[in-house]
């Protein structure tokens, strides 16, 4: 598999963003605003580092930046088994699950590269 771009990583991270913003919101217990609180600033800090890059570097294939975001999978897996507990609106959670799977995807392969 290629790695994909730091335009489509920087995609991804932004949907994702979007899709646990409105779950946060959603949220019914401090305990689930809390779980996402947590993995929103950590891909918060990501995206912070990538916008610095110049728009000409964004073809380049993705490296992670920060070191929460190598953190956050056991997070992202944990909210996975716990998704229709934690993400209330059913458009919410199917929105979730299709974008979950391909930033998943790209922080393990970026494991799998180290």
Known sequence: M????????LREYLSLL???DDAYWEASTIQHKDLLYDIISIFHQEVSELNKLSVMDH???YEVITEGIRR?????HQLEE???EVI?????????????????????????DV
Do not use: M, N
Not at 72 to 76: E, F, M, T
Not at 88 to 112: H, N, P
């Open 2 to 9: 290629t790695a994909p771009s730091v335009a489509d990583t």
């Open 18 to 20: 979007e899709l646990l």
């Open 59 to 61: 073809h380049y294939p």
């Open 72 to 76: 956050v999978i056991p997070k992202l």
């Open 82 to 84: 716990r998704q229709d």
């Open 88 to 112: 209330q609106r059913t458009q919410t959670v199917t929105d979730f699950k299709e974008v979950q799977s391909s930033v998943l995807a790209i922080l393990e392969a970026q494991l799998d």
